[in-house]
């Protein structure tokens, strides 16, 4: 992820890509984003930003080990690739505490399909909402505390919460934990409640590796708290953020 500030310090740019495989799954996500900042208040700040990018999803089927040998499943693959489009808005107030309504995936063609209904994942084929509300807070000793409570609304699929927390000490290590649990097991009744019960905790660390604050490596562990069968299995996540040297990021 790159990002940085036009000159008139009221605009904002962004690029970002993500690469993920798990097994025979594969997504990439590329995006270019334009955010813009209006002075309400001295203490009031309302931002508005706007994306457009592309997604790709497959899934490997040809080397898929199969229980029954020969099974028509594994002679194709599943592939997915189109535009991608999100906007959104955020109050931010004496820079401290914020809260945003956002909307992803506004350009997907299979909102109203189910023709990949056991297939691509929602995130591809459901228009999302984001709803968010966070502070941030100094403590003494330079001791920032970054937490947040988000919900996500994917139309016509799940719904779920999150909270999340993360320490930073001395502007160089930071150390956090997030939970989300997916709502919509506890509205069900139906025989698929155990793929439902998704209780997700990541813990997670960041550390400052550049003196000028602008380049950050992190790591994530994702698992299932929630359950003891297969859906328990973890990930490890990766990333490195990078602010253009000069430009203060608008966060």
């Known amino acids: ?59 490997d089927l040809l080397n898929l080990q199969t229980v029954t040998p020969n099974d028509p499943v594994s002679s194709n693959n599943v592939y997915s690739s189109k535009a991608d489009a999100h906007a959104g808005l955020r109050m931010l107030y004496k820079s401290k505490y914020y809260a945003g309504l956002s909307f992803d995936n506004l350009l997907s063609v299979y909102t109203t399909r189910n023709d990949y209904e056991n297939n691509v994942p929602q995130m591809f084929r459901k228009i999302i909402m984001y709803a968010i509300a966070g502070a941030n807070v100094d403590f003494p000793s330079n001791v920032n505390l970054k937490s947040s409570l988000l919900l996500m609304k994917s139309f016509g699929g799940l719904t779920a919460i999150e909270f999340s927390a993360m ?85």
């Open 167 to 251: 320490f930073e000490m001395m502007h160089s290590l930071s150390l956090g934990a997030s939970f989300r649990q997916n709502i919509s097991y506890f509205t069900s009744n139906t025989a698929s409640r155990d793929y439902l019960y998704q209780s997700i905790l990541r813990p997670m660390v960041q550390y400052n590796i550049s003196k000028k604050n602008n380049l950050r490596l992190g790591y994530c562990y994702s698992f299932n708290a929630g359950t003891t069968n297969n859906l328990n299995r973890g990930s490890n996540d990766f990333s490195i953020l990078y602010n253009i040297p000069g430009k203060s990021s608008i966060q």
């Open 1 to 59: 992820m790159i990002d940085g500030l036009f000159p008139n310090n009221k605009s904002a740019y962004g690029f970002n890509f993500v690469r993920n495989r798990f097994g025979n799954d594969a997504y990439t996500v590329a995006n270019a984003n334009y955010a813009y900042h209006l002075d309400l208040s001295q203490d009031l700040t309302l931002s508005s930003g706007v994306g457009l990018g592309f997604q790709q999803f497959n899934i």
